[in-house]
């Protein structure tokens, strides 16, 4: 199994801003987009919208055209999602390059992170409280993977619940692919959910770190402590300890887990420290 850590979200060069942690919880604020898309910030559930108007200075108005993706929150939409509903990833050019170079596909996982930072509201205003930082706030095991080319609304014939992902509109270019979710987990033997977003973010960034670029690695990643290292990251950039200099260029990050105890232990105990579960873990 790959595990692919893939930036999301907005930043300082995408919305000119961070996503927010509220009382815990991470809200992860779709980037600002000129690529085809039917949402504007306005459609966003009532939170998320004020949270991107306030914390951007206005920047991110409810007029604005956003990228929702990876869309793995059912409440992410004021309007609610139709029947038959699942979690889906979208991409395209040079980041579904990568991913196809390294194989990515059905029964690979991503661990969708992004820049945080606590907010509270502040006089009825949303604003920022605490340092930024990189999190892991949500996640997506594949089940297919449609190749989409520059008219991605022919999926909608078979799968019309897609109706709301960028990536299925017309105007991309010919790479343009969705990755579609799992129900459910198919390692470990247990019964979790395929995608979501964590009641509650794992942070990446070193609590001493004075940038948020500095990781704490599990071992099972570190290539200093025979772990298995993952793209864009040659061996110069892992500091030892489990510290890592992480890339600022490249949208996904991958690495090959295979078959590797301690890395499926590692993510299935993630998934269920970091969301609610209801009974039979779902």
Same mark, same amino acid.
């Given at each position: 199994?790959?595990?692919?850590?893939?930036?999301?979200?907005? =930043?300082?060069?995408?919305?000119?801003?961070?996503?927010?942690?509220?009382?815990?919880?991470?809200?992860?604020?779709?980037?600002?987009?000129?690529?085809?898309?039917?949402?504007?910030?306005? =459609?966003?559930?009532?939170?998320?919208?004020?949270?991107?108007?306030?914390? @951007?200075?206005?920047?991110?108005?409810?007029?604005?055209?956003?990228?929702?993706?990876?869309?793995?929150?059912?409440?992410?939409?004021?309007?609610?999602?139709?029947?038959?509903?699942?979690?889906?990833?979208?991409?395209?050019?040079?980041?579904? @390059?990568?991913?196809?170079?390294?194989?990515?596909?059905?029964?690979?996982?991503?661990?969708?992170?992004?820049?945080?930072?606590?907010?509270?509201?502040?006089?009825?205003?949303?604003?920022?409280?605490?340092?930024?930082?990189?999190?892991?706030?949500?996640?997506?095991?594949?089940?297919?993977?449609?190749?989409?080319?520059? =008219?991605?609304?022919?999926?909608?014939?078979?799968?019309?619940?897609?109706?709301?992902?960028?990536?299925?509109?017309?105007?991309?270019?010919?790479?343009?692919?969705?990755?579609?979710?799992?129900?459910?987990?198919?390692?470990?033997?247990?019964?979790?959910?395929?995608?979501?977003?964590? =009641?509650?973010?794992?942070?990446?960034?070193?609590?001493?770190?004075?940038?948020?670029?500095?990781?704490?690695?599990?071992?099972?990643?570190?290539?200093?402590?025979?772990?298995?290292?993952?793209?864009?990251?040659?061996?110069?950039?892992?500091?030892?300890?489990?510290?890592?200099?992480?890339?600022?260029?490249?949208?996904?990050?991958?690495?090959?887990?295979?078959?590797?105890?301690?890395?499926?232990?590692?993510? @299935?105990?993630?998934?269920?420290?970091?969301?609610?579960?209801?009974?039979?873990?779902?």
């Amino acid at each position: 199994m790959k595990v692919i850590f893939s930036r999301k979200g907005v =930043d300082s060069a995408s919305g000119k801003c961070a996503s927010a942690i509220i009382d815990g919880k991470p809200y992860s604020l779709p980037i600002p987009t000129r690529m085809p898309t039917a949402t504007r910030y306005r =459609d966003l559930a009532p939170t998320m919208a004020a949270l991107a108007r306030d914390l @951007s200075n206005g920047g991110l108005n409810a007029e604005r055209a956003c990228h929702l993706d990876p869309d793995i929150d059912p409440s992410a939409l004021a309007a609610g999602r139709p029947a038959g509903w699942r979690g889906a990833l979208g991409q395209a050019s040079a980041s579904l @390059s990568h991913l196809r170079k390294n194989g990515v596909g059905p029964g690979d996982l991503f661990l969708f992170w992004g820049l945080f930072r606590e907010a509270k509201q502040v006089g009825g205003v949303w604003r920022y409280v605490g340092p930024r930082i990189h999190a892991v706030f949500g996640w997506l095991q594949v089940e297919y993977v449609i190749d989409l080319g520059s =008219d991605g609304s022919l999926a909608l014939e078979k799968r019309p619940w897609l109706r709301d992902h960028p990536h299925v509109r017309s105007g991309w270019s010919d790479l343009n692919a969705i990755y579609l979710a799992r129900d459910e987990l198919t390692f470990n033997g247990r019964k979790l959910r395929g995608y979501g977003v964590f =009641d509650r973010p794992l942070v990446l960034t070193a609590p001493d770190a004075k940038t948020p670029s500095i990781w704490v690695a599990p071992r099972w990643l570190d290539v200093k402590g025979g772990g298995v290292g993952m793209t864009y990251h040659p061996e110069g950039r892992w500091l030892g300890g489990g510290r890592l200099q992480s890339a600022a260029r490249g949208q996904e990050f991958v690495a090959d887990a295979s078959n590797r105890s301690d890395a499926i232990n590692w993510l @299935s105990q993630m998934i269920l420290d970091h969301t609610r579960r209801t009974e039979g873990g779902l």
